[in-house]
């Protein structure tokens, strides 16, 4: 079972936002990230779960954007432009449709490479990413502070491709809730160390690449030689009724 390390005071303040948001028809979406690392043997080195507190200025974009049935702003970034930057050139991208996840250009969202399902081997796509930067987070960030890149070299790990979205409704909590997950391979001889996890969103030859969270780990995780990380996003909603 892992390792639930969210505080109690703020859990506290989460489980109430859910439970106004409901009652108030207010849609509250959560989101909850998990990390686990195994040895070849099935030992757990690692694991843990908590919230995904980083929900950055492009999801807000792209919210308010689709909810508000409206387009696209001009190329500044910040207050007040509705926009996004991309994560892949840091390019400020808009348009005169809608942007983001609600099909820009009708992509189907659950089939790799498009959503959030990253394809193998790559690291400048979509999907779950995993970095070496500590760096603090902010509402700002686009990127990764360091994406650590696919490979069997130093610093380096072999990266799957993402999984396909596991759909779930619980009638008792009337809570949907969505679930990615991806695994990150240690074929170094030496350890990695993972800092921070990120999840972004690609519409293929649209160009759009964004990314959507980034977490800062409360703690490094130490991925050994021959270990896996897998690293789990799960996005929730509680309805009213």
Known sequence: MKNYIESEASEKEYRELARLGAKLRIPVPECFLEMEVTMPDGKVCHSHS????SCVRN??????????????????????????KNFS??????SATPMGVFGYLQRDAESSPYGYIGEVAQTNTGGIKVGSSD????????????????GTGAGQLAISVGSSPVKSYDAGTKTYSVTY???FNNN???????KES??????GSGGIYLMTARDVL????????????????TISMIYPA
């Open 218 to 233: 409360p703690s490094p995780i130490v991925i050994p030689a021959t270990g896996q990380l897998k690293v789990t996003y």
């Open 50 to 53: 908590q919230r995904s507190h």
């Open 135 to 150: 760096t603090p987070e902010s509402f700002e960030d686009y990127q990764l502070g360091a994406t650590i890149n696919h």
């Open 59 to 84: 999801l807000y974009n792209v919210i308010v954007c689709n909810v508000c049935g409206i387009n696209g702003s001009d190329l500044t970034y910040g207050p007040g432009n509705i926009n996004f």
């Open 181 to 183: 997950y991806r695994f």
């Open 198 to 203: 990120g999840l972004a969103y690609v519409d």
């Open 89 to 94: 050139n840091g390019g400020i991208s808009h």
């Open 188 to 194: 170094s001889s030496g350890d990695v160390t993972v």
